[in-house]
């Protein structure tokens, strides 16, 4: 290349069988009520609420302590301490 941009090779578009799937999971709250933030990091700003119970969700990210999760009404991340993840 002459302008000394990188060259790549033709890239290949994701297929499904390189991500996870999107599938729906039972998210189990053990707490009475169960923060919803902004960010995963409890200083991070409340943005809603799960009382205790059963939630169908869509787990979008993750990390050691937090769960991203998000159902049709709301998305953020909880603290992994108080649910548990079902299929």
């Known amino acids: 290349n002459k302008n000394g941009a990188?060259?790549?090779d033709h890239p290949q578009p994701l297929m499904t069988q390189d991500m996870e799937a999107l599938r729906p999971l039972t998210l189990m709250v053990?707490?009475?009520r169960l923060n919803i933030r902004a960010c995963g990091d409890a200083k991070c700003r409340i943005t809603?609420?799960?009382r205790k119970g059963e939630w169908s969700?869509?787990?979008m990210d993750e990390n050691k302590?937090?769960?991203l999760v998000a159902t049709p009404e709301r998305a953020g991340w909880v603290a992994r301490r108080f649910?548990?993840?079902g299929g």
Do not use: N, T
């Open 6 to 8: 990188p060259e790549f």
């Open 30 to 32: 053990k707490a009475e």
């Open 48 to 50: 809603g609420k799960f």
């Open 57 to 59: 969700v869509v787990k």
């Open 65 to 67: 302590d937090w769960l």
């Open 83 to 85: 649910v548990q993840i």
